[in-house]
């Protein structure tokens, strides 16, 4: 039988949902005619896919079976649009930038003025991602580079070229007993609980949270976040505390928190990401315009660091 990856992902999103109505809402699809499509491809099948009776919806033995190939054929499908639609906007001369919130602060301004003066054909499209997909959306060709942050999980495939080297801060609640201070070492943090965030790789969240530190001290985590403001919202509180890095005090902003320098912590490394082997004169040009700001930082900073580890020199 011919496999209609259209009742796949409906079957994929019942199962991640848990629930047809849930899952439905997300589709925009009624829950009868969800049903009914995924009744469509068990009795193509000839089994039974999901376990209805289970809450939440579980998928069968088969169905599990079945999962564990449908899912990395649609990822293949997805990667095979993806791979002509970022032919299609070489053509055209469109570049996708991908970028998490605050990546690079007003160095993201640098590089896009600078490409523009140097590239005035090409029309950037930029293109927030969530922190869990900053090189996966790269990899995929959802974007045709992104600006990245530390750690990442799998690099195989990528290209990292290093824009600039960040101090870390950390963000405090304007009531924390180290609110008012200049600058604070690790130590001085020893017992606060760190936000957590249960999407990202767990090497993200550790590196972030200098997890283990160098006094041996466990550190805790706290409340779960998905984005920056959540972040902020969760230290106003005073549920937790949160490490980043300083550029993030250049874009965003609350009343209740405050940045103090962690000094005693490798500073952040913010590199462009591109794939390994990419030959479009697009992504050429982003990477002689971070080569560039990259020279003029080192410059301006008397920068002794070059590179960090996993960068690949343009």
Request: glycine share 6%.
């Amino acid at each position: 039988m011919d496999l209609n990856l259209h009742l796949v992902r409906y079957l994929v999103a019942v199962v991640d949902e848990g629930h047809f109505g849930r899952a439905a809402a997300k589709l925009l699809v009624s829950g009868p005619a969800l049903s009914k499509q995924i009744r469509t491809l068990e009795r193509k099948l000839g089994v039974d896919l999901l376990d209805r009776s289970a809450h939440p919806v579980v998928p069968t033995d088969a169905g599990r079976q079945f999962l564990l190939e449908a899912r990395a054929a649609l990822a293949a499908a997805d990667r095979a649009v993806a791979a002509v639609e970022a032919h299609r906007r070489t053509i055209h001369g469109v570049l996708r930038l991908g970028f998490m919130s605050a990546a690079t602060g007003t160095h993201t301004r640098r590089i896009l003025d600078l490409l523009q003066r140097d590239a005035p054909a090409v029309t950037v499209q930029l293109v927030q991602l969530p922190w869990h997909e900053q090189a996966s959306a790269v990899r995929d060709s959802t974007v045709d580079a992104a600006l990245v942050r530390p750690p990442i999980a799998d690099a195989d495939g990528l290209r990292l070229d290093v824009v600039r080297h960040e101090p870390r801060v950390v963000a405090l609640p304007v009531g924390h007993r180290l609110a008012a201070r200049s600058q604070v070492v690790l130590a001085d943090l020893d017992g606060d609980p760190h936000v957590d965030d249960d999407r990202s790789d767990e090497q993200w969240v550790r590196w972030w949270a200098c997890d283990p530190r160098p006094s041996g001290e466990p550190v805790r985590y706290g409340p779960i976040v998905h984005t920056m403001d959540e972040l902020l919202e969760v230290v106003a509180r005073g549920d937790a505390i949160a490490i980043t890095g300083s550029s993030v005090v250049d874009s965003y902003r609350h009343p209740e928190v405050v940045f103090v320098p962690v000094v005693d912590v490798t500073a952040c490394p913010i590199s462009l990401c591109t794939r390994d082997g990419e030959q479009s004169a697009l992504v050429a040009a982003l990477r002689r315009t971070v080569r560039t700001i990259r020279e003029s930082f080192v410059a301006e900073h008397d920068d002794p660091r070059g590179s960090v580890a996993g960068e690949t020199r343009p």
